[in-house]
């Protein structure tokens, strides 16, 4: 047990070292470096000489992999090109101001889905069911800028009720952030609900299905205590590793809802950072991005572990 | 003669199966819908530039936000160009930058999958942790950044997004060529001799290609909605060519007033995706490949 804890932490090191290979080679590779893509017209004489001292490009490269991956690990991401300050203090607003965002969403998101979820199993294919059913497979299919204009248009715009976009400082306070996030959040957690609801579904229905609800029924248990007791915890398992994949897909889209209302997280970072062609803050943004959804992950197979006897003695592969 | 009699009876059976799956997935409300909206669709795209109005491009400051008409039917955009004629050609870029991307994911993630399910041992550990990596960079930072460091031409994006949208195709090629690799006709080409090649393409192809083609419909939407989203953002296709994100992202701005000019692109771009959508899931039943408990990756 333990040592299949170990290997798990130890594969999803090994993922991130990739990643940081990856991000490190790719950057190396395509054409230009940090400096020519930074500066453009401008990467000549003593400005460009100033950015390749600074970034340390006059080294080898290897070397300057192993110096930069030395101080990722340390915790310490650079210089930042645009803002000319450490990328730890640029980073460190945004990042709170996303995980308020998405810790908002996915606590309004996680509840409502399994409630969703298991509404639409036990009335399948009834009125409630086909309701529900239509209204999350459109919120999962429309593209996330689509979903959110539509409420800006609708909520903001026509009827009035809440502002559009968010104009706030990145340095705002929490309760700055609770009154101007309701928008962004209903647009990231319809989403994330309509994924989770239709996973729990079809999981509770497998498990009603299964021998031994059917002889729960037949022994005669009570409906809802059979739900309680034999559906519901052997339903919700398998749904969690699902869950925390699709949280982790969500990070794309919520670069995306995070720019239509110009919330200032980590995911307008990721396109001010490219935008301004800052690649030192896009490879910190690349590791960072990478470790949640490592993270995620590994968080998602260890509690399946330990909430499923049966997968104890078991090598999880996926 | 006699082979000739025979491939020509493989290819009408072919035929007949094609068409046999496609009555199944017609037979279904969800399937209907969707075959219709998708072939819908497909056929706009096709004849657009016959039907097109105006030109897309011809900007005019007499024009300039106009409401819906009986001259321009959509209204006009900020520019003053005909917003029905961007929001039909809108389609041909959209099917045709996703469908040939796509026809890149399946063709290097199927194969890639194939090999790696055949071959297994170190090679196989090598490139799934590798696979694993590029999964966990989200797939909008690593678009991103080689759009931005090549550029945003569709030459640039249609490879990227079929290299990106391919890497979950691998895994699930992987796990059906895994499926299949132990059943007794593999072991019996092995015996006869037959090269790794040839097993490939005459046993294995023939039985995970169900599994790959579903999901490769599924990764159709998604990359449809990833190349749309790009748009959006500013980094797909560049101005002034019709395409349905950046035409939302442009219009966007004044929707308070001319909102016409941003539901014309969203009902377009929506409707595609559903129609992609609802057709994978009843392409994916009538082959009997349920994959409901599978997350988005």
């Given amino acids: ?318 | 003669m006699q082979s000739d009699l025979a491939t020509n009876n493989k290819q009408k059976n072919n035929f007949e199966k094609v068409l046999e799956i496609l009555k199944t997935m017609a037979l279904k409300p969800s399937g209907f819908i969707g075959l219709s909206i998708l072939i819908f669709h497909i056929l706009l795209a096709l004849m657009s530039p016959y039907i097109a109005p105006y030109d897309y491009k011809a900007i005019s400051p007499n024009t300039m936000l106009l409401a819906p008409s009986a001259e321009h039917w959509f209204g006009t955009d900020s520019l003053g160009r005909d917003v029905f004629t961007r929001t039909i050609l809108g389609g041909r870029t959209a099917l045709t930058v996703t469908f040939f991307g796509s026809l890149i994911a399946l063709l290097w993630g199927g194969l890639l999958g194939i090999f790696c399910g055949l071959v297994g041992g170190k090679i196989d550990d090598v490139v799934m942790r590798v696979v694993d990596a590029f999964l966990s960079i989200p797939w909008i930072l690593a678009m991103l950044l080689i759009v931005s460091l090549l550029g945003t031409s569709t030459q640039v994006l249609i490879p990227a997004l079929g290299f990106f949208y391919g890497k979950g195709i691998v895994r699930v090629a992987r796990a059906a060529t895994h499926d299949v690799i132990a059943k007794d006709f593999i072991v019996s080409a092995r015996a006869r001799g037959h090269s790794n090649m040839s097993i490939i393409w005459n046993e294995i192809i023939p039985n995970v290609r169900d599994a790959i083609l579903v999901e490769g419909a599924m990764r159709w939407s998604w990359m449809l909605l990833g190349f749309s989203s790009l748009s959006f953002l500013g980094f797909g296709v560049s101005p002034p060519t019709p395409d349905w994100g950046l035409m939302i992202s442009n219009a966007r701005g004044l929707m308070s007033f001319a909102y016409w000019s941003v539901i014309a692109p969203i009902v377009g771009l929506s409707s595609l995706i559903i129609g992609i959508n609802l057709t994978a899931d009843a392409f994916a039943k009538a082959l009997g490949i349920d994959r409901s408990t599978k997350a988005p990756v």
Avoid at chain 1, 165 to 187: C, G, K, R
Avoid at chain 1, 199 to 205: G, L, T, Y
Wanted: one cysteine or more; glycine letters at 6%.
């Fill in chain 1, 1 to 318: 047990m333990l040592l299949l804890i170990l290997k798990r932490i130890g594969l999803g090191l090994i993922t991130l070292f990739i990643v940081s290979l990856i991000t490190f080679v790719g950057v190396e590779v395509l054409p230009g470096d940090a400096c020519t893509t930074y500066l453009e017209r401008e990467a000549y004489g003593p400005a460009l000489d100033a950015c390749i001292k600074r970034l340390g490009l006059d080294i080898p490269s290897y070397q300057r992999y192993l110096d930069w991956a030395a101080n990722v690990v340390r915790g310490d991401f650079g210089y930042s090109l645009s803002g000319e300050m450490p990328i730890n203090e640029v980073l460190g607003p945004r990042v709170k101001n996303s995980l308020v965002l998405a810790s908002v969403s996915i606590l309004i998101g996680i509840p409502l889905a399994i409630v969703l979820g298991i509404i639409t199993a036990l009335w399948r294919d009834k009125l409630p069911d086909i309701i529900i059913s239509t209204i999350t497979i459109f919120s999962m299919t429309i593209p996330e800028f689509i979903s959110a204009t539509l409420l800006i248009l609708i909520v903001a715009i026509w009827l009035g009720w809440l502002p559009g976009i968010v104009i706030i400082p990145s340095d705002a306070t929490f309760y700055e952030l609770l009154s101007n996030i309701i928008l962004p959040v209903v647009a990231i957690s319809m989403i994330m609900t309509a994924h989770m609801a239709r996973m729990v579904r079809s999981s509770v229905i497998q498990v009603m299905a299964s021998d031994y609800v059917q002889m729960a029924i037949l022994k005669g248990v009570p409906y809802w205590k059979m739900v309680f007791r034999h559906v519901l915890p052997n339903a919700l398992l398998p749904a969690i590793n699902v869950v925390a994949l699709t949280i982790a897909w969500l990070l794309g889209g919520v670069v995306v809802t995070e720019v239509v209302f110009n919330y200032p997280g980590l995911g307008r970072l990721v396109i001010e950072s490219i935008s301004n062609r800052d690649l030192p803050v896009v490879q910190a943004l690349a590791i960072i991005l990478a470790s949640i959804y490592v993270g995620i992950n590994l968080i998602a197979d260890l509690m399946t572990l330990m909430l499923n006897p049966r997968l104890k003695s078991l090598q999880i592969k996926k």
